[in-house]
């Protein structure tokens, strides 16, 4: 079946810092991939999407390319922020729309 | 736009007791899901329906769940005889499919502790 697996968490750097968040995916077909976020007592939010090959997502300084020849959707930001501590989820979904995610990476960026 | 709403929040109850939890999606989706989220997991997936047909459900959904939309406007999610493993966030989000394309929004949760 469809699986996502994400980079271990948590992750901690310093503001302005870049930030990497691995992301593979096995799944039959063309899925869409999607980065969601979810912040401290809230519920998730999307971040960006991608929904072919070579596509790139992007939003509020986030950047995620669909790679399918390494089966991939690297999240990335080239200066984080205090306000971007939250936990990100990776996600697929099949032809029926369904979503699989990640197990979730918990970033922390300190001042 | 309001968003998606779910109703409680949050709920304790005793194992054994029923529970049955509210889904009101952005107005106009016509697919709306079910997801389950323990802690330290992301969300997986339970049912979802499109307009008021329930098309798919996890194997995660045991015949002590049951879900319903009725008029293919909001959904209930009921939890019969609830056991602690019940434990969990329980989330709802809905999308409106056009065409192959579609993203789900996701409500706030309700969050079940079972004792």
């Known amino acids: 079946g469809d699986s996502v697996t994400q980079m271990e968490g948590p992750v901690t750097l310093s503001e302005e810092a870049f930030l990497t968040i691995n992301c593979t995916y096995t799944?039959?077909?063309?899925?869409?991939l999607f980065w969601y976020v979810q912040y401290p007592g809230e519920g998730l939010q999307l971040l960006l999407k991608?929904?072919?090959?070579?596509d790139k997502g992007s939003n509020k300084g986030f950047e995620a390319t669909y790679r399918k020849e390494t089966t991939s959707f690297h999240l990335e930001k080239g200066s984080v922020q205090v306000s971007d501590s939250a936990v990100y989820f990776c996600a697929l979904s099949d032809s029926y729309g369904k979503l699989t995610f990640g197990q979730g990476t918990i970033l922390t960026v300190h001042p | 736009d309001t968003g998606v709403s779910q109703n409680p929040r949050h709920k304790i109850t005793k194992r054994g007791q029923n529970v049955t939890f509210r889904c009101d999606p952005i107005?106009?989706?016509?697919?709306l899901y079910w997801y389950r989220q323990t802690l330290g997991q992301g969300p997986e997936f339970l049912t979802y329906?499109?307009?008021?047909?329930?098309?798919?459900k996890s194997r995660l959904l045991s015949d002590r769940f049951s879900a319903e939309r009725p008029k293919g406007s909001f959904s209930t999610l009921e939890i019969q005889r609830t056991e602690q493993g019940d434990s969990a966030m329980y989330l709802c989000?809905?999308?409106?499919?056009?065409?192959?394309?579609?993203?789900?929004?996701f409500g706030p949760g309700t969050r079940l502790l079972v004792l």
């Open positions: 991608a929904t072919k090959a070579d």
């Open positions: 329906f499109q307009n008021e047909a329930q098309l798919e």
């Open positions: 989000a809905s999308s409106l499919l056009a065409g192959y394309q579609e993203t789900q929004y």
């Open positions: 799944a039959t077909g063309y899925p869409s």
């Open positions: 107005s106009e989706h016509n697919r």
